[in-house]
């Protein structure tokens, strides 16, 4: 059952909803999460968390959505997707702000985040070049063959905390473009982004029940995948839960992309500009304080650069201001008080295994009103390849300096992760750089590169244990997976044509 009421006060605090069917739908299941102020700490609204009847009435009214939105002309899809692109252009700080008060991360990186998502609607609007089909004329004498695309149904999209609106903009600009509606369930920690989306969507022209949010946590997502009525799910999260949904959905004869957990290195060859090696190395490992699934966590000192390289990354890590987003700071709260004590309780693990704490970033004071959750920037070195800062993903403003003699060893070191989302390499050497591409292996590289996120007309992803699954997120990637394939053999035979019967395997002539 699906209520419209609208959202009520709650002790004070503001009561979220889902979105379903175009409108604000009031959740019934009698639980709630809080949504919190990492910056200050302060709990600022309840998210409702659907039971599985509140998710089967959202797949229901995405459903019936379905048949009008497929049928909906491809020029008609197509300017809707422009005028949402145009709203989301105008009013891109609005969500900036929002995504700033519910993770914490700086205002200017959640600018970015807006923007790299924005990418996606833009590759989105060519959806009339990529949806076609091709076409051969004679293929056998008077056969000719087609091949086209179709939407598959209700598409289910699940997202983590850590980038409350890029992530889901990977996958529901393709998807919609393509013909499919859509039911996202949000990360609960950040769930305002996903529904300030969908109003969007709305003003931009789109059907009631194309784009439909449903708010909640596991309870949510299982209902998702076990219904019948969901034809794919679009994860991203960490690696256990990733897996989890691969398995299930795939037992249920889904099409899944499940992209999980990091742990990405950054290599430093003897050759590499060393300042610009360490410029890169703290953006990459401390900007959105780590909280980024292509953030560098390991760096890998090769040959003897080491200390001129530690040196210069201390310098700048200790500069570096630590509070709340929204002020001129370089690097905001983590998003939760449990991440606060799991990052912390890595530092400390990592000083107990022996690794030298160069920069320690437990600390007492942050700009901040309040007691949020901040950690600030850490660098061990000396780390080593099985103490838990190396092995785990920390997920938190901590990078740990792995020192090895050679290329060789780096790219072993690597291979050996069971993690493959991302990886960099600084150098000068070009031959170096090209044996690092061709031999390590990762889903995504950057050469002098540190967070080499590909361009909406790519494919983001790893590998291994970072991505379950053979479809990687947007590019020509997200135009396969959110379709799926017909060919039609046709021919016209003249109406006095008489054939004998046979009953061979059709041959060609
Ligand atoms: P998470 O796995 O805890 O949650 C992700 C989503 O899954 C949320 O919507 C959550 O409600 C849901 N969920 C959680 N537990 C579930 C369960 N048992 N069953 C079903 N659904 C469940 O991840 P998070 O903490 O929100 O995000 C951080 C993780 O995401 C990190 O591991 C990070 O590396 C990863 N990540 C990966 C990429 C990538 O592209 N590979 C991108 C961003 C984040």
New binding site residues.
Partial sequence: MLSTEPPAQHHGTNDLHHWIGGRKVRGTSGRYGDVTDPATGRVSARVPLASAEEAAAAITVAGAAFTMWRNTSLARRTRILFRFRELLDARAGDLAEIITAEHGKVLSDAAGEVARGQEVVEFSCGAPHLLKGSATMNASTGVDVSSIRQPLGVCAI??????PAM?PMWFFPIAIAAGNTVVL?????VPTAALWIAELWQEAGLPDGVFNVLN???T???AL?TSPDVRSVS????????R??YEAGAAQGKRVQA????KNHMVVLPDADLDLAADQAVNAAFGSAG????AVSALVAVGDIADALVGRIADRAKVLETGDGRRSNDMGPL?SKAAQKRVTAYIDAGEAAGATLVVDGRRANYDADGPGFFVGPTLFDDVTRNMSIYTD?I?GPVLSVVRVATLDDAIALINSSPYS?GTALFTNDGRAARRFQDEVEVGMIGINVPVPVPMAYYS???WKS??FGDTH?HGMDGFHFFTRGKVVTTRWPEPATRESISLHFPTNS
């Avoid at 699940?158 to 980038?163: A, C, G, K, M």
């Avoid at 369930?185 to 920690?189: A, D, I, L, T, Y």
């Avoid at 909280?291 to 292509?294: G, I, Q, T, V, W």
């Fill in positions: 699940v997202s983590p905390f850590n980038f992530v369930k949000p990360s609960e920690k909640g946590d596991a949510a997502v299982d995948l994860f991203v999260g960490s690696t256990p839960v990733a989890h949904l992209l999980g957990g990091a909280e980024r699934c292509m998003v993903e997920f989302n983001f992803g790893g970072s991505l997120a």
